[in-house]
């Protein structure tokens, strides 16, 4: 049971996070607590401090584990880069403004003066959500919000955005294995002009791998690579063709 002094607006204000969440708490004082920043808390205990430095712990496990089990050709370094940006403050913070969780977070008169809420009060508000869906259902429920939303972090980083150089990796593999240099061959380009995807494949000594879209070409050869990797290895390519 919520506490009992819980006014209608505060019970109005959680059940309309709930429904962003997409999970229905058990406990609404977990949920509370989770959106009290330390400025709106009658004490350090009862602000979202303790569940963030939790959620910080569960969101960095649940993304390692991804790694580890998605992605079997990455060696350690690789997956530390990755996770490095998609767990970053920076990460956080965008889903909880795309998400418009800021319109939810309890705060003091301290904040309640800035036009803008700084990111480290964002990034933390994620990571304590994290750590109250976890308490209040577990690690299968925390497990689901952070794939939800971290998921296509996941996926955008590897793709190239994490320092993994898959056509650089590809070239020495290519040299090694055939005793060629990769090529990159578009095949197809799609949207208006403005947000443009293109479908991109690699190839090698006159073999054509399974090609990959992506948001730009630099991307899309970065998948193709990845591809052609997994490909080289008798493994599936990860990134679908159409």
Not at 51 to 58: C, N, T
Not at 119 to 128: G, I, K, M, R, Y
Not at 179 to 189: N, R, V
Request: net charge negative.
């Amino acid at each position: 049971m919520p506490d009992p002094r819980l006014t209608r607006d505060d019970l109005d204000l959680l059940d309309h996070c709930q429904r962003v969440l997409g999970y229905e708490f058990r406990d609404l004082n977990q949920l509370r607590e989770a959106l009290t920043h330390s400025s709106g808390a009658d004490s350090r205990g009862e602000s979202n401090e303790r569940l963030e430095f939790l959620g910080d712990a569960i969101l960095g496990a649940v993304v390692c584990e991804t790694l580890y089990l998605e992605f079997p050709e990455y060696q350690e370094g690789d997956m530390t880069r990755i996770k490095s940006v998609v767990v970053s403050r920076r990460t956080c913070a965008k889903i909880s403004r795309m998400l418009g969780f800021e319109e939810f977070l309890i705060t003091g008169k301290g904040m309640g003066g800035q036009e803008k809420t700084p990111d480290s009060v964002l990034a933390n508000l994620f990571e304590s959500l994290v750590g109250a869906i976890y308490l209040d259902g577990g690690m299968a429920a925390a497990r689901r919000f952070i794939l939800e939303h971290i998921g296509p972090e996941i996926d955008d980083t590897a793709g190239g955005h994490s320092g993994v150089n898959f056509k650089s990796t590809l070239q020495q593999a290519a040299q090694r294995k055939f005793g060629a240099t990769p090529s990159y061959l578009m095949l197809d380009e799609k949207g208006p002009d403005h947000s443009k995807c293109f479908k991109i494949a690699a190839s090698i000594a006159g073999r054509r791998f399974a090609a990959a879209w992506g948001p730009n070409k630099k991307d899309a050869e970065q998948r193709a690579a990845r591809n052609a990797l997994a490909q080289i290895d008798g493994e599936p390519p990860p990134f679908e063709t159409d």
